[in-house]
C-alpha cells in the first residue's frame, strides 16, 4: 500500500476519510488543495503530513517556476505559510516546509525552474528518509517487545500515519518481522476512530491479529492483564521529553503508570521540537464539534449543547518508559538526556 | 418527562435507543417482550430495568390470572428467570424480580387473580419507591458538590436510568435546585453513547450547563483542573464496596486517583448484592461487537479483526472517596462499614 505517491507531476493522496470501507485515491496538482487536504485529514499523522507538505511546496515552486527570482520566493513563502497552518500541533508539518524552504534559499545563482526541479528531488528525499527512519525505529523498538506481546495502541501511528511502515506500528512490524508473535489491542480512538478505521485496516491487512476497544476500556484491560505494553507515536515532543499526542495519550500514560506497564512513544527526530523547553508551549489544536455531535453526517447528540474537542494532548516525560528514535532508545527522557543524546546523533535539531 | 410509565394494562417505554433524535414510545402487554426490551436497551440504568422488570412480573401474572395456583406459580417462576436472564450485570433487575416473587408467595390463600392485582400494586410501589429513594440519595449528595463545581460524569446515571430524578445527576440535580452552580462535562461513553445522546439530553431539558467529550479526554481535562470531582452511578455493588458500572469507570476512577479528585458513587441499596464478597464475583456482560464495528447500521471498521466489548468493569472500593446512599453516605466503603451501615439503616440487604 502506497498511501502517499507523487507521480507525472501530480501528488496522489489516499483518502484516510473513507478507509476502511473505501480505498480511493485523490490528485493533487495545486499545493492550496494539499493544505486543504491536511486539513480536512485525507491524509494525517505527524510523518504523513510533513513528507505531504513538502509536496505541496515542491508543486508551489512547479506553479511558480517560470515567474522571476522574487516573485518566486514571495510565492513560495506564501505557499510555505498555508502549508504550515493547515494544523497547528504536530511539528513535522513545520519541519518538512523549512527544511524545502532552506534547500530553496542554498540554491544561489539557480534559476527558479532550476529550484523547483530540485525541491520536487528533495520532496522525494524527505519521503524515501521517512521510509528508512520508520525502519530503523522498528528495529530499535523491537527489543523491547517481548515474544507473545500483548500491545495497546492508540490512534494510528503506522503506515497511513506516515510515508510507510509506521513508528509505533513499525515497532510491531520490526517485532512480527523478527519472529516474535504480537497481539495488537487497538483503541478506536474518536471521535475520529482511526484505531478502528485505520490501524485495524492496516494490520489485518498484513495477517497481524488486532483487537479493537473504546477507548474507555484501556484501564479495565490493564487491570485484567490483557495489556503488557502501550506504544504510540508522537506529534510534537519538547526539549524536556514531554509528548504532544493523540487525544487520550495522556490517560492511557496514567493508566499505564498505574498498572506498572511500559509507555513507550516511537518517533522521528523531525517530531522534535526542542525550541520548546516543556510541552506546556505546544498549541493543541481544537477541532470541530460536529466530530463529537455528528457521526457521518448524522446527529447523535442533542441541539444546545456544549462540547470540547481538543484534538490532542501532552503528556509529561515523567510518564515515559523510553522514546524509540532512529538513533536508538531514550529511556526516561529529561532535557539533559535529550541534549546529550542528539549530540552523539551528531543531529541538528534546535 | 415519564420514561417508564403504566396504564392501562400497558407498560409505556421511551425508546432509549433513539434519543435524543426521536422520542418514541413503545407499548407492552408480555413479559417476554419486556425482557426483550431491556435486553436490547430500549430501556437500560440499573434502578430502570428493575422497575421495569417488576412491570414484566405483573404483566405475566395477569396473563396467568385465570390459571390454578400451580400452573399460576409455575409461569412466573418462569417469568421471573426470563426477565433476570435479560441482562446480568445490573442487580436491581434480579432484586426487583425477588421482591416479586416474595411477595406472590405471601399471599396465602389468595387466588392468582388476586395475586396478580396485588403484584400490580406492588410493581407501582417499587416505582414509585424508586423515585423517592432517588431524591433521599439526591439530597444527601447535594452536600458533597462545591458552588461552581465542575462535575464529570459517565454513562447516564440520570433520570432515564431510573424512574425519574436519577442517582448521580439526581444528586446534580438536588444541588441545583440548592441554588448552586453546577457545570457537567459528560463523558460520551462509547460504544452505546449514553453520555453524548441521553445524559446530555435530559440534563439540557432542565438547563443544566452540559458540555460533552470523548471518553478519553477525561484524564487531559483532570490535567487541566477542568474538573473538581467525578460522580457516577452503579450496576452492582459487592459487599466489600467493589462497584460494577459502565464499561470506563475504572478507568476514571485511576485518573481520579491520579489527580487527587474525589470520586463518588450514587447508588440506591438495590444496587448492592452484599451475597457477593467482591466485585470479583459480579458477571460482566459482554455485548455484540456490532457495538463497535458499526454505527447504526453502517460498518466503521474493517472485517476479519477482533472485538473486545465489555459493557462494564469493577472499580476496587479503594477507589471510592464515598458510595451515597438514601440512608447517607459511606466514606471509604469497606466490608465493615458496609455492615455496619446497613445493620444502622435496619435494612435487610443480604
Known amino acids: ?29 495545486d499545493w492550496r488543495m494539499v493544505a486543504n487536504a491536511i486539513k480536512e485529514m485525507v491524509v494525517r499523522g505527524a510523518p504523513a503530513i510533513g513528507a505531504v507538505a513538502a509536496f505541496g511546496i515542491a508543486l508551489a515552486a512547479d506553479e511558480l517556476k517560470d515567474a522571476d527570482t522574487a516573485s518566486f520566493f514571495s510565492g513560495l513563502a506564501m505557499a510555505a505559510a498555508g502549508l504550515k497552518a493547515a494544523r497547528p500541533t504536530a511539528v513535522n508539518l513545520a519541519w518538512a516546509v523549512e527544511r524545502m524552504l532552506k534547500v530553496a534559499k542554498n540554491q544561489i545563482g539557480c534559476s527558479p525552474s532550476q ?40 490512534c ?31 483503541d478506536e480512538t474518536r471521535p475520529y476512530l482511526q484505531g478502528s478505521r485505520l490501524t485495524a485496516w492496516e494490520l489485518s491487512r498484513e495477517n497481524i491479529p488486532v483487537t479493537i476497544i473504546a477507548d474507555n476500556m484501556a484501564g479495565y484491560l490493564m487491570k485484567q492483564k490483557k495489556i503488557d505494553l502501550v506504544i504510540v507515536g508522537a506529534d510534537r515532543i519538547a526539549a524536556n521529553g514531554d509528548v504532544a499526542n493523540k487525544i487520550g ?26 525550541t520548546l523547553k516543556t510541552g506546556e508551549e505546544i498549541p493543541i489544536e481544537e477541532r470541530c464539534e460536529t466530530e463529537l455531535t455528528h457521526f457521518y453526517g448524522k446527529r447523535i447528540a442533542p441541539e444546545g449543547i456544549g462540547c470540547y474537542n481538543p484534538s490532542f494532548d501532552v503528556t509529561p516525560a515523567n510518564y515515559l518508559t523510553a522514546i524509540i528514535t532512529e538513533a536508538g532508545i531514550i529511556y526516561q527522557p529529561t532535557t539533559e538526556k535529550l541534549q546529550s543524546f542528539f549530540k552523539e546523533a551528531g543531529h541538528d535539531r534546535r
Open 1 to 29: 500500500m502506497d498511501s502517499i505517491r507523487f507521480e507525472k507531476n501530480i501528488l496522489v493522496l489516499l483518502d484516510q476519510r473513507l478507509l476502511p470501507i473505501e480505498e480511493i485515491y485523490l490528485e493533487y496538482s
Open 115 to 154: 529550484i523547483a526541479e530540485i525541491l520536487l528531488t528533495e520532496a522525494k528525499q524527505i519521503a524515501q528518509e521517512d521510509r528508512e527512519v520508520n525502519k530503523k525505529i522498528g528495529d530499535f523498538g523491537a527489543e523491547l517487545i517481548p515474544d507473545n506481546a500483548k500491545v495497546l495502541t492508540h
Open 156 to 186: 494510528n501511528a503506522g503506515a497511513l500515519a506516515t510515508v510507510g511502515y509506521g513508528t509505533a506500528l513499525g515497532v510491531v512490524r520490526s517485532a512480527v518481522a523478527a519472529g516474535k508473535k504480537v497481539i495488537v489491542y487497538a
Open 249 to 274: 495519550t495522556y490517560s492511557l500514560a496514567v493508566l499505564a503508570a498505574a498498572h506498572q506497564l511500559p509507555f513507550y512513544v516511537a518517533a522521528p527526530f523531525s517530531t522534535f521540537d526542542l
